[in-house]
């Protein structure tokens, strides 16, 4: 039951950190509630905002894809050992 929480904690604290990276892109690329109006006027973030949220997301992704990297690893090994016992 233990693990099954922390699935569930997990799962709730990557949901969050999915929304704000959605919402940091979205500003970023100039979408959402924070794209120019009609007269070209930015009223969200500032450019030095926007790049801080672009590399916080690569390093994101570059930490996620390292942790996919390992996951893989781990299960190739696991499938070594127990295919030569």
Known sequence: MHGHRMHSKRARVARRM????????MAA?????WADDEHGD????TPEEKLRWLEEYQRDLEQETAD???RIA?????????SNA
């Open 18 to 25: 999915m929304m704000k990276r959605r919402m940091g892109m």
């Open 29 to 33: 690329m100039g979408r959402g509630p």
């Open 42 to 45: 930015s009223w969200g973030p």
């Open 68 to 70: 996919v990297a390992s």
């Open 74 to 82: 781990d299960l190739k090994a696991k499938l070594e050992t127990t």
